[in-house]
């Protein structure tokens, strides 16, 4: 979260180009969206239990389960030329890449559009803290199913948006760092993943590899953005200015935990 949020920094000051970057995480971890209140919402102990990571992220949303996914970050002024100004349109554009990520891999996605007004009431007022308990706008669904979540920030001129791309789901473990009102509450989203959530290696017969992954959505990308991506690489001085981010911010009980 240090670095995506250095690399917006960065690019606000026009110190590097737009970016796109591909990661994961190590050791797996749950993060959790600006707003959640994370002693309310999840059971911490079982996070620590688990020995998972725990942030809470510069961008809305609810918790995500960082483990067997790839994650995505695009780092993107405002103002660029093919950037509308619809935060809901921008949200089209940079998850076109990932839409051809998925053909690239085979799978027949599509953007997911609330078209009753149940969905566009559930997408206003999320029923629960779990994020891949219902697509949002112009997230990806293959089979009627979200297949990725994404949350989008917009600080200094410069979008940051990143998510989810699910390789495989464990949904057992997902469920049990989350707190719920009543064994009922539980029980009923157990039973509503199945049909809310798939990953990737669920739908193939040969399962993707992180290498494979992130070589289609690499591709993805480029194709849809009509763009041709170069290797970064960061300084020590970028490093240094990330690793001293993170130990005042993101490692921090006051950001974390914040009421």
């Given at each position: 979260m240090a670095?995506d949020?250095?690399l917006?920094n960065?690019h ?5 180009p ?5 990661y994961?995480w ?12 994370a ?5 911490l102990d ?11 992220r510069?961008?809305?949303?609810r ?8 994650t995505y970050s695009?780092i993107?002024?405002?103002g660029?030329?093919d950037?509308p100004?619809?935060?809901?349109e ?6 076109g ?10 799978l027949?996605a599509?953007f997911?559009?609330p078209d ?5 009431a559930d997408?206003k007022k999320p ?5 891949f ?11 009627g199913?979200k ?7 917009r ?5 940051l948006q990143h998510?989810?791309?699910l390789?495989?789901?464990?949904a057992?473990k997902?469920l049990?760092l989350?707190?719920f009102?009543?064994a009922?509450?539980?029980e ?6 199945p049909?809310k959530?798939?990953?990737?290696n669920?739908?193939r017969s040969?399962q993707a590899?992180m290498?494979e ?5 690499k ?12 290797p970064y690489i960061?300084?020590?001085e970028?490093m ?5 981010l ?11 935990f914040?009421?």
């Amino acid at each position: 979260m240090a670095l995506d949020e250095a690399l917006l920094n960065w690019h606000s000051e026009g110190l590097i180009p737009p970016v796109i970057r591909f990661y994961g995480w190590q050791p797996a971890a749950l993060s959790i969206g600006y707003f959640q209140k994370a002693e309310t919402e999840i059971d911490l102990d079982r996070v620590k239990e688990l020995g998972l990571g725990f942030v809470r992220r510069p961008t809305g949303g609810r918790g995500v389960l960082h483990e067997h996914e790839l994650t995505y970050s695009v780092i993107v002024s405002e103002g660029h030329p093919d950037m509308p100004e619809s935060v809901t349109e921008a949200y089209r554009i940079i998850s076109g890449g990932l839409l051809e990520g998925f053909k690239n891999l085979g799978l027949d996605a599509y953007f997911s559009v609330p078209d009753t007004e149940e969905k566009l009431a559930d997408l206003k007022k999320p029923k629960s803290a779990v994020c891949f308990d219902a697509p949002s706008w112009y997230e990806m669904v293959v089979e009627g199913k979200k297949v990725a979540g994404s949350a989008q920030t917009r600080q200094k001129g410069v979008i940051l948006q990143h998510g989810a791309i699910l390789i495989d789901l464990d949904a057992e473990k997902l469920l049990s760092l989350f707190r719920f009102s009543n064994a009922e509450a539980k029980e009923k989203m157990r039973r509503k993943i199945p049909h809310k959530a798939v990953s990737i290696n669920s739908l193939r017969s040969e399962q993707a590899t992180m290498e494979e992954c992130v070589e289609a959505f690499k591709n993805g990308f480029q194709t849809s953005l009509e763009i041709e991506l170069e290797p970064y690489i960061l300084t020590s001085e970028q490093m240094e200015y990330v690793k001293s981010l993170e130990e005042e911010k993101y490692a921090t009980d006051s950001w974390n935990f914040k009421a």
